[in-house]
């Protein structure tokens, strides 16, 4: 088992407990911090827990002899982007992954396809008042969403390549909310893409979101919070070795 013991010393951000050094360039960033506990003990070697600050668990280790590092970031985008922004401007991370849970708004997509995601539209005040109103497209590093699809491919895991929605609201009761969306090919729904994909362009930080279909909108289909919590491995092997296979 991991220990969460953690020198509180020479910490360089608000946010996060990390020393200088104790975190990789290459790091993985899962919404729930549980699910980055899970996959540091059973994916990881020689691993610390560097962050434990407001429960949002961080660790760094090593993946086939590399090192890498995966950080808790909660939910939503107002939630991510402090811990994405402290990232990389405290601690010089360079390629940002996030590995995450969305609800598939095509009745095709069943639950746990790996989707690697090209852009994100959204619904995000963030955004729209960041660029005053304005639209940014948000998204991929085409390198790092090239490598993590031939490292799927390699791997034997089917992924679906496409565009997702990152929404400020998980709950809205909204009639016909994803007909717009269906309509343009947008896969699936979930809260955090948007703003990792924008944010990493203004650091010239390369970000992915490697997601798995955890239930289906239009059908009602859907996993488990267990599920969500400490399977989903195909997408975390997709996204160690497409971020890893790029350091190489």
């Known amino acids: 088992m991991i220990k969460l013991d953690v020198i509180k010393l020479e910490v360089m951000s608000i946010h996060i407990g990390a020393k200088a050094g104790e975190i ?14 899970h996959v540091a003990e059973t994916m990881l070697e020689d691993v610390i827990c560097y962050n434990n600050v407001r ?13 890498v590092s995966i950080q808790g970031t909660g939910m939503g985008m107002a939630s991510i982007g ?47 008042l960041y660029f005053r109103s304005l639209d940014f497209a948000a998204t991929a590093d085409f390198d790092l969403l090239l490598s993590a699809y031939h490292a799927a491919k390699r791997l034997g895991i089917n992924t679906i390549q496409g565009t997702i929605f990152s929404t400020d609201n ?26 990792l994909y924008t944010f990493t362009k203004k650091f010239n930080a390369r970000a992915l ?10 059908t009602g289909e859907s996993s488990s919070s267990f599920d969500r919590e ?3 491995d195909d997408m975390m092997r997709v996204a160690l070795e497409g971020a890893l296979s790029l350091e190489k």
């Open 230 to 232: 400490q399977t989903y």
């Open 24 to 37: 990789a360039e290459t790091i993985l960033l899962p919404g729930d911090p549980l699910r980055a506990k």
């Open 170 to 195: 998980f709950y809205d009761f909204s009639p016909n909310r994803w007909d717009k969306w269906i309509e343009h090919n947008v896969l699936a729904v979930e809260m955090e893409t948007q703003i």
């Open 82 to 128: 402090i811990y994405i922004n402290e990232l990389m401007s405290e601690y010089g991370v360079k390629n940002l992954i996030r590995v995450g849970t969305c609800g598939a708004i095509q009745k095709d997509l069943k639950i746990g396809q790996v989707i690697l995601v090209t852009g994100a539209s959204g619904d995000s005040n963030m955004n729209q």
């Open 55 to 67: 429960g949002m668990l961080g660790f760094t280790g090593t993946y086939n002899g590399q090192r």
């Open 209 to 218: 979101s490697v997601l798995t279909v955890s239930d289906n909108v239009i």
